[in-house]
Each structure stands twice: as structure tokens, then as C-alpha cells.
Nanobody, 119 residues
Framework: QVQLEESGGGLVQAGGSLRLSCAVS????????MGWFRQAPGKERDFLAA????????YYTDSVKGRFTISKDNAKNTVYLQMNRVKPEDTAVYYC????????????WGQGTQVTVSS
């Protein structure tokens, strides 16, 4: 089992920055990659970014490329999502997730943290 706990959400003005954290515990040695997703009210959960467990490979969806950065502190088993130049449309509940291999999807999820961007 892998446990995930997000933090760092809150209210931020458009154009500002916010950093989300995801603390990973449990069977971390079996984790293949970590990801960040978000879900806005009335919409489906969308993928944002992923990072390999070693931290040497990252991938972003086009909508956040250049504004958001995913990173990992291996010593702290914590994954971050640095959000810059935020927009009102970035308002959503943000989730981190873990996957245990290259084939299956993300099957461990945190409880989510709310990010609200005011205009």
C-alpha cells in the first residue's frame, strides 16, 4: 500500500504562485511514478504532470507546460507541484497519485487539496 497526503492548497490571486506538496508513505520502494491531477466542479479529473520515482523523467500536459513544474525530494519522499502565473481556470481540487508500474494506471490517490484562483 502507498499512502498519499496533499497540502499547500488555498486562495491565490491570478498571476500569483502556489506550491502543492504530496507526502508519500508506505511501500514507496514499489512506486514507479507519481502524478498530479485536478478536477474542477462539474468536470472530469484531468492529468497535469508526472515524474518518475527517481525524479529523472517528467511529463506535462500542454495546458500547464511552462507554468507548472513537478519535482520530487527523494530524501523526504515528497512530490511537489509548483504553480506559477495561475489563472482563474486553474481553480480545482488537486490530487496527487501513484502508480506502481509502467502498464497499469495511477491506482493510489490522495484526498485532494482545494486551489482557488481569484481574478
Amino acid at each position: 500500500q502507498v499512502q498519499l497526503e496533499e497540502s499547500g492548497g488555498g486562495l491565490v490571486q491570478a498571476g500569483g504562485s502556489l506550491r502543492l506538496s504530496c507526502a508519500v508513505s508506505g511501500r514507496t520502494f514499489s512506486t514507479y511514478a507519481m502524478g498530479w491531477f485536478r478536477q474542477a466542479p462539474g468536470k472530469e479529473r484531468d492529468f497535469l504532470a508526472a515524474i518518475s520515482w527517481q525524479g529523472n523523467y517528467t511529463y506535462y500536459t500542454d495546458s500547464v507546460k511552462g507554468r507548472f513544474t513537478i519535482s520530487k525530494d527523494n530524501a523526504k519522499n515528497t512530490v511537489y507541484l509548483q504553480m506559477n502565473r495561475v489563472k482563474p481556470e486553474d481553480t480545482a481540487v488537486y490530487y496527487c497519485a501513484a502508480k506502481l508500474d509502467a502498464i497499469t494506471g495511477f491506482n493510489y490517490w490522495g484526498q485532494g487539496t482545494q486551489v482557488t484562483v481569484s481574478s
